[in-house]
């Protein structure tokens, strides 16, 4: 039990990049990027995409979506806001060709000791998808906390010669108590059974000792559209999903395969168990705006979606679309969801004004770390109808 209490310390310590109480800073992140310039605006479906903030300490891959590459200028001066005390080479603001891919920008700490390299990429905005069959997957191989690695998969789109990596799971959160661990042992792994060719595994696992006395006993298996940030997995695990992708077209209809079995004993937060509930699994997808009435950004987080019943009172989300219910199955089996809400304006939407949350979840109420160790959910072969 103690090394768990072990891990719990090391996990508080490793949230920041680096430890601050020292004379010189040991930091050495990059906190936010931006163009500059109205003569850059152009490149960009919408301005707010010109700047990058809060970025995760987690994260060293920076991505800018324009419209084009071909129109894209070959000199542009990308500003950045780094850790106090420390440098960036090339220098912040100094014009950089990214039309033949990323450029490397290395961060070094006030006292010397550090460096942490970011690739800066600028990207055309893909297409929205119609199908969703998860063929691409790769694995990954992360260092853990206690000295070793794990291996987990990461799944993304091919779109054109460039994979699009916007696919997230919650398996970044359970690498935290994992060590020496392979694919299959995380909430999410790909599987060669899938309904055609490969298919993705979401099951419900248990957080160990540490996540009891946490009061996050469980880490159900969840798939989404969107981006997971591992530095709020402990202390606000809500905000770590940041649910949604940029959308040029507005959905109709998602449609699907899935298998399902829920676990055998249903518990809360404390671990209480509750004979008289059953697990359930859970698909949604949410329209939303992607930028507020102060056109400041806006992602739909998980508080955001605690109370799926009241989405359509955020003044952000235009439509949402649920399936009623998944019962056990051991067999594929189709499901449909229809979305529900009121329009959006078309030149917005076309203008990637809007973001498309798609999530798939083992347990209902894992969020809320409620549900059934066990739990799997199968899926595969999704597919977006969109209005012509």
Not at 139 to 165: A, C, D, I, W
Not at 299 to 326: T, W
Request: charge should be negative.
């Amino acid at each position: 039990m103690n090394k768990y209490f072990i891990i719990i310390g090391v996990c508080c310590c490793c949230m920041a990049s680096c430890i601050k109480d020292e004379a010189l800073n040991k930091e050495c992140d990059i906190e936010s990027a931006w163009i500059e310039g109205t003569e850059y605006e152009n490149y960009f479906y919408q301005t707010t995409e010109m700047r990058k903030e809060k970025i995760s300490s987690a994260e060293t891959d920076i991505v800018f979506s324009v419209r084009s590459l071909l129109s894209l200028s070959t000199q542009i001066p990308l500003n950045f806001k780094i850790t106090d005390g420390a440098t960036i080479e090339p220098a912040s603001g100094s014009m950089q060709d990214f039309t033949k891919g990323s450029v490397a920008y290395t961060v070094t700490s006030q006292d010397g000791e550090w460096k942490r390299t970011y690739n800066v990429t600028f990207q055309e905005s893909p297409l929205p998808a119609e199908k969703y069959n998860f063929e691409h997957v790769e694995t990954q191989t992360e260092k853990t906390m206690l000295g070793g690695t794990n291996e987990l998969h990461v799944f993304y789109e091919q779109t054109g010669n460039e994979p699009n990596y916007c696919w997230a799971t919650s398996n970044s959160g359970s690498a935290l108590i994992k060590n020496g661990s392979k694919p299959e042992e995380f909430p999410v792994y790909s599987t060669p059974d899938g309904k055609v060719g490969r298919g993705v595994c979401l099951n419900t696992q248990s957080a160990g000792p540490m996540g009891e006395w946490m009061k996050k006993p469980i880490a159900a298996g969840s798939l989404f559209l969107g981006k997971f940030l591992v530095d709020f997995v402990m202390t606000d695990p809500l905000s770590a999903t940041r649910f949604g992708v940029p959308n040029s077209k507005e959905p109709v209809r998602i449609t699907g395969w899935y298998k399902y079995k829920p676990g055998e004993k249903f518990t809360d937060m404390e671990m209480k168990e509750y004979p008289d509930r059953k697990d359930e699994a859970s698909i949604y997808a949410v329209f939303y705006r992607n930028t507020d009435d102060k056109g400041e950004s806006y992602v739909l987080d998980g508080h955001a979606v605690e109370d799926l019943d009241k989405l359509l009172d955020n003044p952000q989300v235009y439509k949402v679309a649920r399936v009623a219910s998944l019962p056990e199955t051991d067999t594929w089996t189709q499901w449909e969801m229809f979305f529900i809400g009121r329009d959006a304006p078309d030149d917005i939407i076309a203008a990637q004004g809007f973001n498309l949350a798609l999530v798939f979840s083992s347990s209902k109420r894992g969020a809320q770390f409620e549900g059934a160790v066990g739990s799997t959910l199968y899926i595969d072969e999704v597919e977006v109808s969109y209005e012509k």
